[in-house]
């Protein structure tokens, strides 16, 4: 599985942002997507995932009410909406996949896209 991250930005606080993950298996279906995130001087962590095949998403309770994930079938892309953007949400976002059920923990992700930037101004 490849996977390709893009949309990240410079947006000011509250404002929105759209990343896109595209996955270049055929059979995505089966997968769970993930998105992460990486500040500076920080470990990577959990933000949100999507189980392809149920539609079930979970998310961080720092994003949670604010991103939302959804998907575009023809397209094998997964969208990370994030809207109210804070300064706290500049990172390094990152999506990934699995086989299974959501986990919240990288090391449970075998696939990994490249990073995109995404910074919020105050």
């Known amino acids: 599985v490849q996977l390709q991250a893009s949309g990240g930005g410079l947006v000011q606080a509250g404002g929105s942002l759209a990343l896109s993950c595209a996955a270049s298996?055929?059979?995505?279906?089966?997968?769970?997507m993930g998105w992460f995130r990486q500040a500076p001087g920080k470990e990577r962590e959990f933000v949100g995932a999507?189980?392809?095949?149920?539609?079930?998403?979970q998310f961080a309770d720092s994003v949670k009410g604010r991103f939302t994930i959804s998907r575009d079938n023809g397209k094998n892309t997964v969208y990370l909406q994030m809207n109210s953007l804070k300064p706290e949400d500049t990172a390094v976002y990152y999506c990934?996949?699995?086989?299974?059920?959501?986990?919240?923990?990288?090391?449970?992700?075998?696939?990994w896209g490249q990073g995109t930037l995404v910074t919020v101004s105050s």
């Open positions: 990934a996949a699995r086989q299974g059920s959501i986990r919240t923990i990288t090391s449970e992700y075998p696939w």
């Open positions: 298996s055929h059979t995505f279906e089966m997968y769970t």
């Open positions: 999507f189980v392809w095949s149920g539609r079930y998403t």
